[in-house]
C-alpha cells in the first residue's frame, strides 16, 4: 500500500487591518494633508503679497526713471505730462513740499491714482491694484554754495495689501537729485 501525501494545509491566518487601524491610518493623513494645505495657503498670500511690493515698486521706479529723464523746465509745472504708464500717456500732479515726505500732509497732498491690472483680466476691475501716487518737487538750488539748478524730487506710494484676507496700509518713498545735466 502506498502512502499518499496529505495536502499541504496552510496554518498562516490571513492579516487584514481592522477597521481601528484604519481610522488611524486615515487620521494621521488627514493632520498631514491639513498642514501642508495649510504651508501651501500661507506661501500664495506670501507670494502675492510679494508681487504687489515688487509692482508698485517697479511702477514708481519707473515714473523716478521718467522724471530723471525728461527736459528740466518740465519739473517746474504743476502737472508733469508726457509721462508714460503702463503703454498709455500719463501724467502726475506736483502736492505741495510737506515738512515730512515720509507721511506727506493729508490736507494739502495731490492724489494721483494709478489702477494695475495684477492679474491680467482687463475685464475684471476688482482685481486691480490701485497705488495712490504723491509727487513732491523742491527747488534744491543754492548759487551761494555753488549748487547750480536742481531738484529734489520725491515720490510715494501707498496701497492696501489684502493678501493675507484684511486690508494692511503698505506706504514707501523714494528720493532723487536732478539737475539740469540728465542723471540716468
Do not use: C
Not at 24 to 51: C, D, H, Y
Not at 59 to 81: N, P, W
Not at 153 to 158: G, H, S, Y
Not at 164 to 173: C, E, R
Request: net charge negative.
Amino acid at each position: 500500500m502506498s502512502k499518499q501525501p496529505k495536502a499541504k494545509q496552510f496554518t498562516k491566518k490571513l492579516q487584514a487591518f481592522t477597521i481601528m487601524e484604519a481610522m488611524v491610518a486615515i487620521s494621521i493623513l488627514s493632520i498631514t494633508g491639513f498642514g501642508a494645505l495649510t504651508g501651501l495657503l500661507q506661501a500664495r498670500k506670501m507670494t502675492e503679497g510679494s508681487i504687489y511690493v515688487a509692482t508698485s515698486t517697479n511702477v514708481a521706479q519707473g515714473y523716478i526713471e521718467q522724471l530723471k529723464s525728461m527736459d528740466f523746465r518740465f519739473l517746474d509745472e504743476a502737472v508733469i505730462e508726457d509721462l508714460m504708464s503702463q503703454g498709455a500717456a500719463d501724467s502726475l500732479s506736483v502736492s505741495p513740499l510737506p515738512s515730512n515726505f515720509e507721511t506727506g500732509n493729508a490736507d494739502t497732498d495731490i492724489v494721483n491714482s494709478k489702477w494695475i491690472d495684477i492679474n491680467n483680466t482687463p475685464t475684471d476691475a476688482g482685481d486691480d491694484l490701485k497705488i495712490d501716487i504723491f509727487l513732491y518737487i523742491d527747488d534744491t538750488t543754492d548759487e551761494a554754495n555753488g549748487i547750480g539748478d536742481s531738484r529734489k524730487i520725491v515720490l510715494r506710494w501707498e496701497y492696501l495689501d489684502n493678501s493675507s484676507g484684511t486690508d494692511v496700509p503698505v506706504s514707501n518713498t523714494l528720493y532723487t537729485i536732478r539737475s539740469r545735466v540728465p542723471t540716468f
